[in-house]
């Protein structure tokens, strides 16, 4: 029991401030240290990692709202187009042999922290405002259908795709940026850890209550803090805390 309470606490640390920063999937961490230190079967751990992401996505959204800091408009439509074509990509892998990228979102967590601290996204609101409308809602559904596909066929890497996607290719400031991925997250996370129950039955209680209220304390601590701080150091935190979690999993998934 205490090694559960240990690697369960430990887990939720990096998962919640992966997503209470970045908006990380908290499955990218969780499912790798309950598989390995824990021997949990892979499918009951991305079940809990899923489970986990829900509150603590959704504490994080309501942060990120609350400092004016979240798109819903724009990503209720990234996340109806996500949701249908996840299930899509989902469909098509189950039709073709294992993919070898299972690796994908794991080696994007570690380089998209270093593009965080080279490059740091500096998009203020004002020139979010002055995108078009129209414009802005045609790339939602353009980048909800991408991700979706992506993350049904590789089946990881959602919130990190959607990082990049918005910061990159929407041109959306950070922390807005962060606050619309964990909004979309909730119901995307939601949605994968209902399914996956569904089928598998319950997991092991205990590691799905720890995990939960671990991520969620840190999520929360990691979300006050980024809506707190300027732009500059909210860009160097999320890199550095993206590269050390994608190191550290890296190292947890193909070293231990």
């Known amino acids: 029991m205490l090694l559960k309470f240990i690697i369960c606490f430990i887990a939720g640390i990096g998962a919640g401030l992966g997503t209470g920063f970045a908006g990380m999937s908290a499955a990218a961490v969780i499912s790798p240290m309950l598989i390995t230190f824990l021997g949990m079967p892979a499918y009951e751990a991305v079940g809990i990692a899923l489970a986990s992401d829900v509150l603590a996505s959704a504490v994080s959204a309501y942060t ?18 996500v949701l249908c074509f996840t299930m899509i990509g989902s469909y098509i892998a189950s039709l073709l042999p294992n993919s070898t990228m299972g690796s994908f979102s794991v080696i994007m967590t570690f380089f998209l922290g270093i593009k965080f601290i080279v490059k740091p996204v500096m998009t203020t609101k004002e020139t979010m405002a ?109 890199g550095v805390v993206l590269a050390v979690l994608g190191a550290a999993i890296i190292i947890v998934k193909y070293l231990l």
């Open 64 to 81: 990120y709202g609350k400092n004016k800091n979240l798109d819903i408009k724009n990503g209720i439509v990234m996340m109806i187009s």
């Open 130 to 238: 002055a995108t078009d409308a129209k414009k802005r809602f045609i790339q939602s559904v353009i980048c909800g259908v991408l991700i979706g596909f992506i993350c049904g066929f590789v089946g990881a890497g959602g919130g990190m795709m959607m990082l990049l996607i918005l910061t990159s290719v929407l041109g959306y400031e950070l922390k807005t940026a962060v606050g619309t991925s964990v909004f979309i997250m909730t119901f995307t996370a939601l949605t994968g850890s209902v399914s996956h129950f569904a089928i598998d039955g319950m997991p092991d209680i205990w590691c799905l209550v720890f995990c939960v209220l671990s991520t969620l304390l840190w999520a929360r601590i990691a979300a006050l803090f980024a809506n707190k701080a300027s732009a500059v150091v909210l860009n160097r935190a999320t």
